[in-house]
């Protein structure tokens, strides 16, 4: 079984109200337990920013699922590719709400201040992503 990552971005549609963010993380958690697909949520109530981490079919079988949910459109897949290690295998989805994403750490992955995957290359989206890990502490 292949490892692979895929980071993609979406934007929120008004399908989306601010209770779905723990539903969302709580029906992701639970499956991607079940399918050891791991990985990292980031969202500012504007932009999500999600990294997915697993076997090549699992990946492919969860970002299928995403794709069709209401609450978020424009996905845009940033990166995918096949990997050696996870770097998130900790979290079945770690989660980043907007508080952790500061100005310094948009200023240093991208040309703004303000979280914007849409203008992130897949390789800065992802080492934001590792950046934003190291703040929390180990689990
Ligand atoms: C931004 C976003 C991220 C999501 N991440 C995941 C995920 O990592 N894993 C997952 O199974 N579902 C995720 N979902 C939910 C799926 O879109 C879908 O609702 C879910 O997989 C359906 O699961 P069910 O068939 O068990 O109800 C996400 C949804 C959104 C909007």
Redesign the pocket.
């Known amino acids: 079984m292949f490892l692979t990552r895929l980071v993609y971005t979406?934007s929120v549609t008004d399908n989306f109200s601010p209770n779905d963010i723990e539903n969302?993380l709580e029906?992701?958690r639970k499956?991607?337990q079940a399918n050891n697909?791991t990985?990292m949520?980031c969202f500012n109530r504007k932009f999500?920013l999600?990294c997915?981490e697993g076997s090549r079919s699992k990946v492919n079988e969860?970002y299928h699922?995403?794709l069709n949910?209401n609450?978020?459109q424009r996905i845009i897949m940033l990166d995918y590719k096949e990997i050696s290690a996870r770097n998130f295998s900790e979290w079945s989805?770690g989660y980043m709400p907007e508080s952790s994403l500061t100005s310094p750490v948009n200023i240093k992955f991208s040309g703004t201040p303000e979280f914007n995957p849409y203008e992130m290359s897949g390789e800065s989206a992802h080492l934001m992503m590792l950046a934003l890990k190291e703040t929390i502490p180990s689990i």
């Open positions: 979406s969302i029906i992701a499956n991607n697909v990985g949520l999500f999600q997915l969860t699922s995403i949910d609450r978020h989805m």
